[in-house]
């Protein structure tokens, strides 16, 4: 069965600063995999999603992510975080039916991110 | 469009009473989804339904019971709360499967079991 784990539970990091929020997936073939973001006292929303196109995925509010199948990876990336980046952070992943998949995500435990001026 | 509402946004229970959070999506899915979310667990699949009429177990179903009469409409039931149910329980849903369609979510519903 596909899992998540996202290297660790809380990141700081100063207004300005390169945002980097770790993912893992595991999985025999390859996955689909998504980062979401949820805002204190909200639900979650789609960021982006990789599901075997290009490698390097660009997601809203200048978020990006790149799919690396020999790290077994999908790590978060922001040049330069903002304030209103705060917030806490899910990576999740599936498989297409197709390749024995099912209509479900599985979520990562969830990175939060604090962001200081 | 609401997109997806959830009712009620709050509610504490009292060890054995019984409740239904009801779920409502305007963007005609087929998918739908109840999650709850554990300070450090992420989010854990209770049950999900591929459309009307129709319903699976996720993860953790134990203690839940759930129903999709209407298209538009997924019920989470509690037939006897447990502290350990005390969770945020969020609603979603998706145009089709997961992997090809983005899941859009409800703002929570916040339970507390006394």
């Known amino acids: 069965a596909q899992s998540v784990t996202q290297l660790g539970s809380h990141v700081s990091v100063s207004e300005g600063a390169l945002v980097l929020l770790r993912c893992n997936y595991s999985s025999s073939v390859p996955p689909y995999l998504f980062w979401y973001v949820q805002y204190p006292n909200q639900g979650l929303q789609l960021l982006l999603k990789y599901t075997s196109a290009a490698t390097l995925v660009k997601g809203i509010n200048g978020f990006e992510a790149e799919f690396k199948k020999s790290e077994t990876s999908f790590h978060l990336t922001k040049p330069s975080a903002h304030m209103s980046d705060a917030a806490e952070y899910f990576c999740a992943v599936t498989l297409s039916v197709y390749l024995g998949g099912s209509e479900k995500l599985v979520f990562g435990k969830g990175t939060k991110l604090t962001v200081n001026p | 469009n609401a997109g997806v509402t959830q009712t009620p946004k709050f509610r504490v229970l009292k060890t054995g009473q019984s409740m239904t959070l009801l779920c409502a999506q305007d963007m005609n899915h087929e998918y739908m989804y109840w999650y709850r979310q554990d300070p450090g667990m992420g989010l854990r699949l209770i049950h999900y339904s591929v459309g009307e009429g129709t319903t699976a177990k996720g993860e953790v179903p134990d203690g839940y019971n759930v129903s999709r009469l209407k298209k538009q409409n997924f019920l989470l039931g509690l037939e006897s709360a447990a502290p350990s149910q005390t969770s945020v329980y969020f609603c979603?849903?998706?145009?089709?499967?997961?992997?090809?369609?983005?899941?859009?979510f409800g703002p929570g519903t916040r339970l507390t079991v006394t």
């Open positions: 979603a849903s998706s145009y089709h499967a997961a992997s090809a369609y983005e899941q859009y």
